[in-house]
């Protein structure tokens, strides 16, 4: 018997998690100022930005959303969300959530099935910022690796991938098939460069450490920052 139970006491693993992913998306909404152009990732952590950067009031904003499922979120309470071509400019910030995050920085996303423009996000920002409850900190990362393939060839491009399969579940935002690799992955760099240059293969959910400006990942005793290797632009 004690008289004092221990810390998160009653609360779920996924309780935990859910707190932890709040607090990695509340800690990177404080980084967003007035006036920015900001890209919007997908995901369940993601899922806690949108309102954090709404109860910001933050001025001139303009968002833009890797997927419907973001825009939607982001619509819902209060943030009005462009195309890309709207914008028309490169990007200040973009906030996304990872699958796994290597000590090297290489990370892997995908898990929502948006990793294509995802990347295509975090390429046009000047600074590229993850979010992650503790669990998704790694230490080397393992398959499976998101793929987006066409659907024309299919049986061929997962040939060519293997080890891998088609996942289930809904097609990408923009309409493809999402398969997973399935294979080791003991070179991150050797196997973005095979998987890249597997034809129709639209984008896989490998992201370089050079793509990534910071890290914060949620734990126990609150948000951890890294910084990432994408140098201030
Ligand atoms: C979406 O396609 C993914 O890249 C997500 O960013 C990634 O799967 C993390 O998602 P959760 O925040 O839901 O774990």
Redesign the pocket.
């Known amino acids: 018997v004690t008289d004092h139970p221990p810390p998160n006491s009653g609360r779920s693993d996924g309780q935990i998690t859910d707190d932890q992913?709040r607090a990695a998306a509340v800690a990177a909404a404080a980084l967003v100022e007035d006036g920015m152009y900001v890209g919007l990732?997908?995901?369940?952590?993601?899922a806690y930005l949108m309102p954090a950067l709404a109860a910001r009031d933050l001025k001139g904003m303009h968002y833009t959303a890797s997927s419907p499922a973001t825009a939607t979120a982001a619509t819902a309470v209060g943030l009005t969300v462009h195309s890309p071509e709207e914008l028309n400019r490169r990007l200040d910030i973009v906030i996304?959530?990872?699958?796994q995050i290597a000590p090297d920085g290489w990370l892997i996303?995908?898990?929502?099935?948006?990793?294509t423009r995802?990347k295509i996000l975090a390429a046009a920002a000047a600074r590229f910022v993850v979010i992650a409850s503790a669990e998704?900190a790694v230490a080397s990362l393992h398959a499976p690796v998101p793929v987006e393939i066409l659907h024309f060839g299919a049986t061929w491009t997962l040939e060519a991938l293997a080890p891998a399969k088609l996942r289930d579940c809904p097609p990408s935002p923009d309409g493809n098939l999402i398969a997973d690799y399935l294979g080791a992955i003991d070179d991150p760099a050797a196997l973005a460069s095979r998987l890249a240059s597997t034809a129709g293969v639209v984008e896989h959910?490998l992201f370089a450490p050079g793509m990534v400006s910071d890290i914060l990942i949620a734990g126990p005793s609150g948000v951890t920052h890294r910084s990432g290797a994408k140098a201030p632009a």
């Open positions: 992913k990732g997908t995901g369940s952590t993601v996304d959530g990872a699958d996303k995908g898990g929502g099935a948006a990793h995802e998704k959910g």
